[in-house]
């Protein structure tokens, strides 16, 4: 991959087989990537860009130096201490924290090293984690006094609400084979293997239809935050309306003549 943006967020963009992947890297190794307002800025400018991409079919997010990300700037958090201050900056990532959510690829965290606060948000915000095995998750803003409520709306929704109020209580880390069992992350390796199988992860989405991909990551989040009978009937409007895409057309009559599907077709 080459890189496209040297900053805050480097941008880097998968060549050949991996043609489609974009990968975003925080930049801040010496601040263990810790989300200062300007990071923030620089990540949601990057993905605003790449959200609008026809191109750009998976995001990986990635990180520099010994972590992932280390949650807040808590050095420029405490330099202005007023309560508009915090409110648009917790504002300001929620942002960032919604369109990872919102855009129509797929986003798969990379993670290698510690994922704290609103690291580990970042991390359960995206669709998709693989994770080192050397890596350590916790939402540890209560050991200097501040509950990780924000991190806490994004845990909550990816493992059980007592072990998700156990990480927010306690402020404990938990290693990355655990982040695995609880829903937090979806797949484990060594370090050596890590970009490998980001990779692999990678490329078994860009065999499917890009389409069908956009419209199943909108339905699956609308979904999960209504009640059933609701849920039921977006699915079933949202099959209807993918069932009469191109995709669709030409994967079903590849599976009635026995064939491989064509998705230039589509």
Known sequence: MSATDESLVLTTRGEGDLAGVVT??????????????????????????????DSARVVVLAAAGAAFCAGHDLK??????????????????????????????????????????????????????VAASAARFAVSGINVGLFCATPGVALSRNLSRKQAMEMLLTGDFIDAETARERGLVNRVVPMERLDAEVAALCASILAKPAAAVAAGKGLFYRQLETGIEAAYQMAGQTMACNMMDDCALEGVQAFIEKRAPDWAKS
């Open 24 to 53: 975003l890297t925080l930049n801040r190794p010496r601040q263990f990537n810790a989300l200062s307002e300007a990071m923030l800025d620089a990540l949601q400018h990057a993905l605003d860009a790449i959200a609008n991409e």
């Open 76 to 129: 420029e958090m405490r330099a202005e201490p007023s309560l508009d201050y915090y409110r648009r900056l917790f504002n300001q990532c929620t942002r960032v924290m919604m369109t990872m959510q919102r855009m129509p690829q797929p986003v798969i965290a990379r993670v290698h090293g510690i994922a704290t606060a609103a690291g580990c948000q970042l991390v359960a915000m995206c669709d998709l984690a």
